[in-house]
């Protein structure tokens, strides 16, 4: 099957290997203040958490429940792994080669890996350049300059998710101004 496609089965693999970004993205995009600091806190310490006033564990005030950070982390985790068995899923029918449920885990965990030593410590410097407490879309994008193809993948969703905004901002509108 894959030779009368005259696309390569080592093509094929690769493509079944990939996460699907905008996936990602999308979720990043829509979680506002998700990697916010609380006041006085000028760093995780590597993703530790701590207080640079007392070495204790912090909480935001915004947090309204009371789990540890190693809870939190747990969580985040899952809903990441959540996210790439979705997107996986999603791409399954597309592919000619079945993905196990294995496979699928290993690739979200090699995301939650990537993500935590490599990702988050790069959108941690740019967010705090611009002096910042939150992750903004800008920092994402800027942190993706390295891969073309993630890059473009990034911008087009960036780009998607705008234009579904403003669309739904201008049907606001609109239904505001029409007479009752």
């Given amino acids: 099957p894959a030779a009368e496609s005259g696309e390569p089965l080592q093509a094929k693999l690769e493509d079944a290997r990939r996460p699907n970004l905008s996936a ?12 916010r600091l609380p006041s006085g806190v000028k ?18 005030d915004d947090d309204d429940d009371f789990a540890p950070v190693a809870d939190r982390k747990a969580q985040c985790k899952a809903h990441l792994t959540q996210a790439v068995l979705a997107a996986v899923e999603a791409e399954q029918p597309k592919l000619e080669l079945p993905i196990s449920k294995e496979f699928a885990h290993q690739l979200a965990e090699l995301a939650w ?26 920092d994402v994008q800027l942190a993706a300059r390295r891969n073309a193809r993630t890059k473009a993948l990034i911008d087009a969703e960036v780009q998607r ?20």
């Fill in 24 to 35: 990602v993205v999308s979720l990043a995009v829509r979680l506002p203040g998700a990697v």
């Fill in 43 to 60: 760093s995780l310490e590597n993703g530790k958490g701590l207080s640079p006033q007392s070495g204790e564990r912090f909480m935001s």
């Fill in 113 to 138: 890996d990537w993500t935590t030593t490599s990702l988050a410590p790069d959108l941690e410097q740019f967010m705090r350049h611009r002096g910042r407490a939150a992750v903004g879309v800008e």
């Fill in 161 to 180: 998710l705008r234009q579904q905004r403003s669309a739904e901002a201008e049907s606001k509108k609109r239904a505001r101004e029409q007479p009752v």
